[in-house]
C-alpha cells in the first residue's frame, strides 16, 4: 500500500471523529466467534465499506463491521470479521486496521481464530491460549521499507504472546470451569484445508493447531509495540494419522458450540485487564 501512513492516519481520523473516547483494547473476532459483539456496550457500528482504505471482508461467516464500544468496563473497538491472505489481500491490507488500532492508541490486542487441532489432548470446540506461533504463509507485513515511527525495522519475538495475559486467562479459565490448554499455532496460506502429509509435518515442527489467519495482525501488533494474547476454537481434529472430513459448514458449527466458553473467558479478561 503505497503512502501508508496518510492512509492510516485518514481512517483513523474518520473513526476518531465519531467517537469520543479512547479505547485501549482491540478484539479481532475470527471465524464463527463474531457474537462476542453482543456483548459490548456499542457506542458505534462501522461498515468496514465507509471506512477509507479498509479492505472488504469477503467470507461469508464475516459480518465486516468495526464496532466502537465498551467491554466489562473498557472501552474497546473489535473488528466484527478479518481478511485472509486467502482472500487476496497483500499482507500490508490483511493488517491494515491493526495499523489503525495503532493509531488510535490501543494498548492491547485480543485475537481468536478458528483452527484444526493436532494434540491429542484436544476435542472439538475446545480453546487453546496461544502461547507460540510458526508462520508458513510464506509472506510477512513487515516486509519491505520499514517506518520507525510504526515499529523497529528488526522486531524480537521472544514473548509475542504476553505471558502475563496468559496467566491471567488461565487464571479465569479454572475460576470459571472452562478446559482451555497451551499450544503453537501455525499459519497456512489457505484456503484449502491440510492434506494428511502436510499434518504429519505440522506436527513434527511442533505445532498443536493450524489455521489461515492471526499470525499477520499479530506481527503488527507486536510490531506496534501492543501486548498481544491469542486464543483458538478448535473446530476439527487431526490426531494420530486420523483426520475428520472438514468443510466451512462444520468449523462454523463447532465455533458456535465454542461461542459461550470464549465469549466468557474473553469478557472476564478484558474486565481484569490493568490499562496504563
Known amino acids: 500500500m ?7 492516519e485518514e481512517s483513523a481520523r474518520f473513526i476518531q471523529e465519531r467517537i469520543d473516547f479512547s479505547p485501549g483494547i482491540g478484539i479481532i473476532l475470527g471465524t464463527g466467534l463474531g457474537a462476542l459483539a453482543d456483548d459490548i456496550e ?25 464496532i466502537i464500544g465498551e467491554l466489562a468496563g473498557k472501552k474497546i473497538v473489535a473488528m466484527q470479521g478479518r481478511f485472509h491472505y486467502y482472500e487476496g489481500y497483500s499482507m500490508k491490507q490483511i493488517t ?8 488510535l492508541g490501543i494498548q492491547i490486542l485480543i485475537v481468536s ?30 516486509r519491505g521499507e520499514n517506518d520507525p515511527e510504526l515499529g523497529p525495522r528488526f522486531l ?4 509475542t504472546y504476553d505471558p502475563e495475559l496468559i496467566q491471567l486467562a488461565q487464571q479465569i479459565a479454572l475460576e470459571k470451569g472452562i478446559y482451555v490448554m497451551k499450544g503453537v499455532y501455525a499459519a497456512l496460506a489457505g484456503p484449502n484445508f491440510e492434506t494428511p502429509a502436510e499434518y504429519r509435518f505440522l506436527i513434527s515442527i511442533g505445532a498443536d493447531a493450524v489455521g489461515m ?22 473446530t476439527d481434529l487431526a490426531i494420530d494419522g486420523v483426520i475428520e472430513p472438514v468443510s466451512h459448514e462444520v468449523v462454523i458449527q ?23
Open 2 to 8: 503505497e503512502n501508508l501512513r496518510l492512509k492510516i
Open 42 to 66: 456499542i457506542d458505534r457500528v462501522v461498515p468496514y465499506d465507509e471506512i477509507p482504505w479498509f479492505p472488504v471482508s469477503t467470507v461469508e461467516s464475516h459480518h465486516g463491521n468495526f
Open 96 to 103: 491494515f486496521p491493526v495499523r489503525v488500532m495503532q493509531e
Open 113 to 142: 481464530n478458528a483452527a484444526g487441532g493436532m494434540n491429542r489432548n484436544m476435542k472439538r470446540s475446545d480453546l487453546m491460549i496461544i502461547c507460540d506461533h510458526i508462520n508458513l504463509l510464506g509472506d510477512n507485513p513487515l
Open 156 to 159: 524480537d519475538m521472544s514473548n
Open 213 to 234: 489467519s492471526t499470525v499477520p495482525e499479530v506481527l503488527v501488533a507486536r510490531h506496534a509495540g501492543m501486548k498481544v494474547f491469542g486464543v483458538s476454537c478448535i
Open 254 to 276: 463447532a465455533a458456535n458450540e465454542a461461542q459461550p466458553k470464549l465469549k466468557l473467558l474473553i469478557r472476564e479478561l478484558v474486565g481484569r485487564i490493568d490499562l496504563v
